[in-house]
């Protein structure tokens, strides 16, 4: 079965520091990763897109590297902001049969 | 503007009765997905479709069916099979096999009273 496994399932930090949001999956065949922000009570903000040719997408303070062979994600967040408390969640596409499979999502609260 | 639409953005349903949710985008997109969401949890999928008038069950279908008659529409139907249905639903959709971004509605909550 393809699952998608988020590591840590909260985090707590104080402002300005760096840090790191890790998602693995079981199977390689994907066709790419996709990271996205969730607040309380509302939908999905897309982050960012990583193409499974790829292995690193940036975007601000936003930085997703991909390892496809070894089914792993991680999304570092530099200079982390109180504005960046959110539940980050990372979508894997499966080629085998076309699912999209969610992580369970890490609840992220940066101390101001 | 391009887009997915859900609605309802709420939705109330009484014991024993279907309800349909509606999810309608204007990408041209091929594939269509639905998801539930738990409060605390990720999201897990219900139905999902490549192409119109075919659609494959994901992860939690039973209670649930869907209909893709055209490309830009996937409602779904949380009928009163469904036993525990309060939850928070989100409809996506993305270009099919050759993946670009997935795009995401609103959600609809839907609360049984």
């Known amino acids: 079965k393809q699952e998608v496994t988020q590591i840590p399932a909260a985090l707590s930090v104080p402002e300005g520091e760096n840090l790191v949001l890790n998602c693995s999956f079981t199977d390689s065949a994907i066709y790419n990763l996709q990271w996205f922000r969730q607040d309380p009570g509302k939908g999905l903000t897309s982050l960012l897109l990583i193409q499974s040719s790829q292995r690193e997408q940036t975007s601000g303070r936003l930085n997703a590297s991909l390892d496809k062979s070894s089914g792993r994600s991680t999304l570092y967040i530099a200079a982390s902001q109180p504005g960046d408390s959110a539940t980050y969640l990372c979508a894997v596409p499966f080629s085998r049969d076309d699912k999209i499979i969610f992580g369970k999502g890490t609840r992220l609260h940066i101390l101001p | 503007d391009g887009g997915i639409t859900q609605s309802p953005k709420y939705l109330f349903r009484k014991e024993g009765q279907n309800v349909t949710l509606s999810c309608e985008q204007n990408?041209?997109?091929?594939?269509m997905y639905w998801y539930r969401q738990d409060p605390g949890q990720g999201l897990r999928l219900i139905y999902y479709?490549?192409?119109?008038?075919?659609?494959q069950k994901g992860d939690i279908a039973e209670g649930y069916s869907v209909s893709r008659e055209k490309k830009e529409s996937f409602p779904l139907t949380v009928t009163s099979a469904q036993k525990n249905p309060t939850a928070f639903y989100l409809c996506a959709s993305s270009m099919a096999q050759v993946y670009t971004e997935a795009f995401f509605g609103q959600g609809t909550r839907l609360t049984v009273v």
């Open positions: 990408l041209n997109h091929d594939a």
């Open positions: 479709s490549q192409i119109v008038n075919d659609f």
